[in-house]
């Protein structure tokens, strides 16, 4: 048993997971593309909680369906999800409108939701808004099912950039326009397990 223990805690500072600033300290690489550091983990755990009270508050006594937009989100609402208070239901849908480090166009429903939506309290978990495009199509696809409300929360928000004006209630941060990875979000792929966020590096 102890010498299991001390075996992990080796392991632990040989991968540096002992130390909290080692994730934030540098830039990092991810294939052809550096990033530098925008958000800390404890950063982005603090306003987590602050949003998840929030939402604890507005929809007491109710039994939410946490609506979670795939893939980028589904970090940011395991996280929101637990930092809830009450009784709640959680759902995925799977969009898709971006390639590369551009918005592509037009959005697809690749994976849909097969509960009942009507009557029901939404709350739609987004990583980042960008356009606005993706939740323009969604949150007009949703209301056409008639739920009780609709609540939007979004991890990011890039207000520079928005060409569609779509209701969002609870945003964590609003940043620059500029392309950013972890917490959910990635860069071809790669990036998502970063616990912080990163924000591409212009040379
Ligand atoms: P729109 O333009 O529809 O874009 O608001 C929202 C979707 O685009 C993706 N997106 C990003 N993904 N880094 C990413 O990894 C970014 O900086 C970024 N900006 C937008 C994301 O999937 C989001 O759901
Ligand atoms: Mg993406």
């Given at each position: 048993?102890?010498?299991?223990a001390?075996?992990?805690?080796l ?6 997971l ?6 934030t300290a540098?830039t990092?690489q991810?294939r052809?593309?550096?990033?530098q550091p925008?958000f800390?983990e404890?950063?982005?755990q603090?306003?987590?909680?602050i949003?998840?009270?929030?939402l604890?508050?507005s929809h007491?006594g109710r039994?939410p ?8 989100a ?9 930092q809830?208070?009450?009784d709640?239901?959680v759902g995925?849908?799977?969009?898709s409108s971006y390639?590369g480090?551009?918005s592509?166009?037009?959005v ?10 009507a009557?029901?309290?939404l709350?739609v978990v987004e ?7 993706t939740?323009?199509?969604?949150l007009?696809?949703?209301?056409q099912?008639?739920p009780?409300?609709i609540t939007?929360v979004?991890?990011l928000?890039k207000?520079e950039?928005?060409?569609?004006d779509?209701p969002?209630?609870h945003?964590?941060?609003d ?9 959910g979000l990635?860069y071809d ?15």
């Amino acid at each position: 048993m102890e010498s299991n223990a001390a075996a992990l805690l080796l392991l632990a500072q040989k991968h540096n997971l002992m130390s909290t600033t080692s994730h934030t300290a540098d830039t990092i690489q991810i294939r052809d593309l550096t990033f530098q550091p925008l958000f800390s983990e404890s950063e982005v755990q603090e306003r987590v909680a602050i949003l998840g009270l929030a939402l604890s508050e507005s929809h007491k006594g109710r039994t939410p369906l946490f609506i979670s937009i795939l893939s980028g989100a589904f970090v940011f609402a395991s996280d929101l999800i637990r930092q809830f208070d009450g009784d709640c239901e959680v759902g995925f849908v799977k969009l898709s409108s971006y390639q590369g480090t551009r918005s592509s166009g037009d959005v697809q429903t690749v994976m849909g939701l097969e509960k009942d939506l009507a009557g029901r309290h939404l709350i739609v978990v987004e990583d980042i808004v960008d356009t606005g495009r993706t939740l323009h199509f969604f949150l007009d696809h949703l209301q056409q099912q008639q739920p009780a409300s609709i609540t939007t929360v979004a991890f990011l928000r890039k207000p520079e950039a928005a060409q569609f004006d779509v209701p969002v209630e609870h945003v964590g941060f609003d940043i620059d326009d500029k392309f950013v990875v972890g917490y959910g979000l990635d860069y071809d792929g790669l990036g998502r397990n970063i616990p912080g966020v990163y924000q591409l590096l212009e040379k």
